[in-house]
């Protein structure tokens, strides 16, 4: 186990696709979980995601960011047939405990998205890639090659489900009036520490004044939305924020539903 994140001397030049797999140290992970606790992201985001895949038809669901799992939980409680992927072994095995104690035997594959179809078999009828997880994604390619990765595994009439956290108010208002977002109240707080055109550094302080980062690229919706239909994807519906506590007056997620027919 990795006992600290590793950024090295500088930070701000860490700006690589593989080096989530460094970020999601197990003690972040651990005191993310604790403290937004699944209810708390069950009541703020509510049915939104079932009730969508319902509307739809949808049967068969490939959870591309796991993460902890509770996306795919959620999926599996409703339903849904589920596989649940990460490229990050930490979290998958953290998912599959989490799904445990819910009384889920989760179907985990570890994949990274730009060699999916190389890890994960069949056809599904949606993809899901939440909790803003495609920020991670660092060279255009790899989200050109992670996107159409996502559009081959699904079937004719198929939809990805993507969100991502609302970068166009942070490189807007610029770094001197940088959002400040409260999770649960005021246990947490999430701040962009540094901003460019080609990376958010976000600070996550916990109420044991322990710190953590993420280093993301910084998607603006519109491009977002560009590329899914630069791949093939015939329709990309945006919705603004429905879900977490923010104070602001912007929307701090999007979520892109995209389909491929
Ligand atoms: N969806 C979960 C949630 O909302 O709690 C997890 C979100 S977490 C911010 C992002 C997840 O994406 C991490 O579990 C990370 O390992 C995964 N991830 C990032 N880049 C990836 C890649 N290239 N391939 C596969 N998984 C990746």
């Known amino acids: 186990m990795r006992p600290a994140q590793e950024f090295g001397d500088n930070p701000v030049a860490v700006r690589q696709t593989g080096h989530y797999t460094e970020e999601y140290v ?6 993310w979980d604790s403290l937004i606790d699944w209810q708390k992201r ?6 939104f995601f079932v009730d969508l895949l319902r509307k739809r038809g949808v049967k068969s669901v490939l959870d591309v960011a796991t993460g902890t799992g509770f996306h795919s939980v959620r999926l599996l409680a409703a339903g849904f047939e589920t596989v649940s992927a990460d490229g990050s072994a930490e979290m998958l095995s953290k998912a599959f405990a989490n799904g ?7 179907r985990v594959v570890q994949a990274d998205w730009r060699w999916l179809n190389r890890d994960v078999h069949g056809e599904y ?12 994604l660092f060279a255009e390619r ?8 996502f559009y081959a595994m699904l079937k004719h009439d198929g939809i990805l489900v993507l969100d991502q956290r609302n970068y166009d108010a942070i490189l807007d208002d610029g770094y001197t009036s940088k959002h400040k977002y409260y999770y649960c109240g005021e246990d947490v707080t999430v701040e962009p520490e540094y901003v460019d055109d080609g990376l958010c550094r976000m600070r996550y302080q916990f109420p044991d004044e322990s710190v953590y980062h993420l ?26 924020d429905f879900q977490h506590t923010y104070r602001g007056a912007q929307p701090d997620f999007f979520v892109h539903v995209a389909e491929k027919e």
């Open 26 to 31: 197990p003690s972040f992970v651990e005191k």
């Open 142 to 149: 790899d989200r050109r090659k992670a996107l159409a990765e």
């Open 100 to 106: 445990m104690q819910d009384g889920h035997v989760m």
């Open 215 to 240: 280093n993301m690229f910084p998607l603006r919706k519109e491009y977002t939305r560009r590329l899914m239909t630069d791949v093939g994807f015939q329709r990309v519906d945006t919705y603004g």
């Open 125 to 136: 009828d949606a993809i899901v890639c939440l909790g803003n997880s495609f920020t991670h």
């Open 42 to 47: 069950e009541e703020s985001e509510g049915n």
